[in-house]
């Protein structure tokens, strides 16, 4: 096995192994027992039945062995929604939720968002980059092993700029894979007027954003009182001239059409849809538009939850993401996936694919990301417990043991 000089590792004896789906178009999860995964220079080389695997590759002579007896192996999860880069602190508005006011009420009174962005304003880049990893840093060792990460506290050129950056840096200093999303259309900062706002999104901030070259998809808040469906198609047209493809804050706290938007501009995904109808159901299923449900946001406002089996109806994806930001303060895919089955009715097996191979898709992965077949990058996790049932069963602190990035041991508990 060490005949290429790559480096290996073996996973062997492990009580479940959850490959992925079935096929692209299948998607029940295929689930193997007794089974060994064997990694080299960071993807999967070979999957299945432990004592054949073990036999062609003895752990023995891998750089990296783990006995997984006893435990399950599931794909790392990706987290494909969040505003991980902010400063600040907003638990007073949640005592003041708490106590009856609601959020877009913070937000008109320039709390909320534009708090935050008063916050991320004033803060240095490198103070930022600090916060960002400290989260970063908690959504591995929860078993996220690819996020992706908005930018939009800044809302205006140099800040979004500096905040692309910050992921960037985050992206190469540590092991979870950082994709980043242009989102300057977050809000309307207070010294604006809305449509001007926009034509400074459009004219000023991404033709910067491209030369910058970071960002891979532009994402806005179509929401009343904030962008409507006009003024966010300017911006997701504008983004995708200059390369970056669209994803919509779309149906969170009103049907404004955001959904029709995304399907229309065949966006990656639509995002939130706690209000989205049967037609938008039909219409992102048939855009290839994979929806993304955030049980998080509505669990933190206390919302009513959207309605995900509508679109496995459909014949869609369903991907799963923590909308991580200083409303929705999680960073666990475990806990969003206790969430998705407890308050959404999906399965465990409809979590777990919600919140890997489907998640993956909601960010344009279509490399393997988010399963264990042949060929795909080796992020896994080991469970400390015998069956990935346990990922969404278990929420007072996480199930996953042992994190693997690319092949590697990056985390490991106890
Ligand atoms: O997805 N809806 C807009 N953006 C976030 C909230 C961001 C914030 O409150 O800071 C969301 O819910
Ligand atoms: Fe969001």
């Known amino acids: 096995m060490t005949e290429t000089g790559a480096h290996t590792l073996v996973i062997h004896d492990a009580a479940e192994l959850v490959v992925g789906p079935a096929t692209e178009s299948d998607a029940t999860l295929e689930v193997r027992e007794d ?12 999957v299945g039945e432990s004592e054949a695997i073990t036999r062609k590759y003895p752990p023995e002579n891998a750089d990296v062995a783990i006995d997984a007896s006893g435990q399950a192996v599931v794909p790392g999860f990706v987290d494909p929604h969040t505003h991980a880069v902010f400063a600040g602190d907003r638990s007073d508005e949640f005592e003041a939720r708490l106590r009856g006011k609601r959020y877009q009420e913070i937000l008109e009174e320039g709390g909320g968002i534009l708090r935050t962005v008063r916050a991320t304003r004033d803060a240095s880049a490198d103070r930022l980059l600090e916060r960002l990893l400290a989260h970063l840093e908690t959504m591995l060792t929860h078993g996220t092993t690819t996020a992706e990460v908005k930018s939009g506290y800044g809302l205006e050129t140099e800040t979004e700029l500096e905040l692309l950056e ?9 092991p979870v894979d950082c994709v980043a999303t242009f989102m300057g259309a ?20 991404l033709p910067a954003v491209a030369d910058q070259g970071i960002a891979a998809f532009c ?8 962008f409507d469906v006009a003024q966010s198609r300017r911006v997701l047209e504008a983004g995708r001239r200059v390369g970056l493809e669209p994803k919509v804050h779309a149906e969170e706290f009103t049907r404004l059409g955001g959904a029709e938007l995304a399907a229309e501009l065949g966006a990656t995904s639509a995002d939130h849809l706690l ?21 998080g946001t509505a669990f933190a406002l206390d919302e009513a939850y959207a309605d995900a089996r509508a679109f496995l109806e459909a014949g869609a994806p369903v991907a799963l993401a923590t909308d991580f930001n200083p409303n929705c303060h999680v960073r666990s895919m475990g806990f969003v996936q206790t969430l998705a089955c407890l308050e959404m009715g999906l399965a465990p097996a409809e979590a777990l694919l919600g919140a890997t191979h489907d998640a993956a898709l909601a960010i344009g992965r279509e490399d393997g990301t988010g399963t264990l077949r042949e060929g795909a990058p080796a992020d896994a996790l080991v469970l400390e417990a015998p069956s990935s049932v346990h990922v969404a069963y278990r929420f007072d602190t996480s199930a996953v043991e042992t994190v693997l990035k690319g092949g590697e041991v990056v985390r490991r508990r106890g």
Do not use: K, M
């Open 35 to 46: 089974a060994a995964l064997v990694a080299a220079d960071g993807a999967v080389v070979a």
């Open 166 to 174: 910050v992921i960037d840096r985050a992206d190469a200093a540590q």
């Open 186 to 205: 977050h809000a309307v900062p207070e010294e604006r007027e809305a449509d001007d706002y926009v034509d400074a999104v459009v004219d000023d901030q």
């Open 219 to 226: 994402d806005v808040f179509c929401e009343e009182g904030v």
């Open 275 to 295: 209000y989205a109808t049967d037609e938008d159901v039909d219409a992102l299923a048939a855009a290839g538009t994979v929806p993304v449900f955030l049980p």
